[in-house]
């Protein structure tokens, strides 16, 4: 029998959690809803879901905090969605700076819903066609860090790992597999969420933020992934590849 993801939806909006639910079990989805922070964590406790679904605006525990409680925890990996208010901008940024994968702006056709959450699945299972690597793990050295791919892990030089979040993961990816290359936000949008940008979208300038930040890059005079006005971003170092072998 053909495996079935597993799908949370966390929302107070019954309609919204009755509405969505019925549609993605109607396209092979297997889902679970919750009303609030509650319910969410009790579920979590006694099961696994491939991807959670998790609303901004909600009473008590709203969807940032849950957000931040998810990727602190041992959910850190878990895939998620948020959906936010059209005129909530900030809680969009703050959303992806915490480690949501994507977010969706309400109101919203179950469609495109649909297309995002597969959309963010087949991310998370496997590189993009450009990013596959060979059954081998790798090193890839670049300055004073390494990236071991098998591991996902980003290495100082001491060799302590830094941890990276899935968004974060996939975009030094797309640098390292184009180094000393000026990418477009559009061409980094496109490769590591499989969208396009849309009008004032900010995620790529906040994930770079973010990878910076992991690098202990200076934001003013970053030596790794340096800014190019009008263009992109481009990473400036070369990159050594090192085949690593079970």
């Known amino acids: 029998m053909e495996h079935a993801d597993h799908i949370l939806i966390v929302d107070d909006d019954r309609e919204i959690r009755e509405l969505v639910s019925s549609y993605l079990k109607k396209n092979g989805l297997r889902v679970t809803v919750a009303a609030d922070g509650r319910q969410m964590r009790s579920f979590l406790e006694a099961d696994r879901v491939d991807l959670i679904v998790l609303d901004v605006m909600m009473p008590g525990d709203d969807g940032l905090v849950l957000c931040r409680e998810l990727r602190a925890g041992k959910h850190k990996a878990t895939p998620i969605l948020m959906l936010t208010a059209r005129s909530d901008e900030t809680d969009r ?4 700076e915490m480690g949501a994968d994507d977010y969706l702006i309400k109101p919203f056709a179950a469609r495109e819903l ?8 087949r991310r998370t299972r496997m590189l993009p066609p450009n990013l596959q690597v060979t059954e081998v793990g790798q090193l890839l050295t670049f300055g004073a860090w390494q990236l071991d791919t098998t591991m996902r892990h980003l290495l100082d030089q001491d060799g302590t790992a830094v941890a990276l979040s899935g968004a974060e993961y996939r975009l030094l990816r797309v640098f390292l597999d184009h180094p000393q290359r000026v990418l477009s936000r559009d061409q980094l949008l496109n490769l590591t969420q499989g969208r396009e940008a849309e009008l004032f979208d ?16 200076d934001a003013r005079e970053p030596a790794y992934i340096k800014t190019v006005r009008a263009e992109g971003y481009v990473l400036a170092m070369p990159v050594e590849i090192t085949t690593v072998r079970p």
């Open 93 to 96: 940024i703050i959303g992806l």
């Open 114 to 121: 649909l297309a995002r959450i597969n959309a963010i699945l």
């Open 202 to 217: 900010r995620s790529i300038d906040l994930l770079v933020s973010r990878l910076r930040q992991r690098l202990r890059d």
